[in-house]
C-alpha cells in the first residue's frame, strides 16, 4: 500500500529541516571553536562532513518504509539547499562554487542510504 502524501512530505521535511538545523548548530560550534587560524580546505572538509552526517542520521530516524530511499535523497538534498539559504540569511549573501552540485548529490546518496538503513533497523528490532 502506499502512503499518503501528507506523510510523505512530513517525513521528508522533518528530516530535512532537522539535518539542516544540525548542520547549522554544528557549524557555529565549529566557527566558535576555531576562530582563527585553520585552513580553508580544512573549513570545507568539516562542512562536507557535517552536512553528511546530518543528511546520513536525520533521515534514518524520521524516515519510514515506502520508498525509503527516495525519500532520504529528497531529504538530503533538501538539507543541503535549506542550509545554503539559512546561511546566506545569516551571513548576507550566496556563496556557491562549482562543487555544489556534487554537494547535492553526496547529501542526496548519505540521506538515501540513512533512510533506507533506518528502515533495515527498525523492522529487525
Keep these: 500500500m502506499g502512503q499518503s502524501v501528507k506523510t510523505v512530505m512530513k517525513e521528508t521535511a522533518l528530516a530535512a529541516v532537522s539535518a539542516a538545523a544540525f548542520y547549522l548548530f554544528a557549524a557555529a560550534i565549529f566557527a566558535a571553536v576555531m576562530k582563527h587560524g585553520v585552513p580553508h580546505a580544512a573549513v570545507i572538509a568539516v562542512n562536507w562532513s557535517l552536512k553528511g ?3 546520513l ?3 534514518l530516524l524520521f524516515v519510514h518504509k ?3 530511499f527516495f525519500k532520504g535523497a529528497a531529504a538530503g538534498a533538501l ?3 535549506l542550509a545554503l539559504f539559512l546561511f546566506a540569511a545569516i551571513g548576507g549573501g ?3 562554487t562549482a562543487l555544489y552540485p556534487a554537494e547535492l548529490l553526496f547529501t542526496a546518496c ?3 542510504l540513512g533512510a533506507v538503513l533506518g528502515v533495515k533497523l527498525r523492522k529487525e528490532l
Design 110 to 112: 548519505l540521506g538515501g
Design 66 to 68: 515506502g520508498h525509503a
Design 53 to 55: 552526517l546530518g543528511a
Design 79 to 81: 538539507s543541503c539547499v
Design 94 to 96: 550566496f556563496y556557491l
Design 57 to 59: 542520521i536525520f533521515p
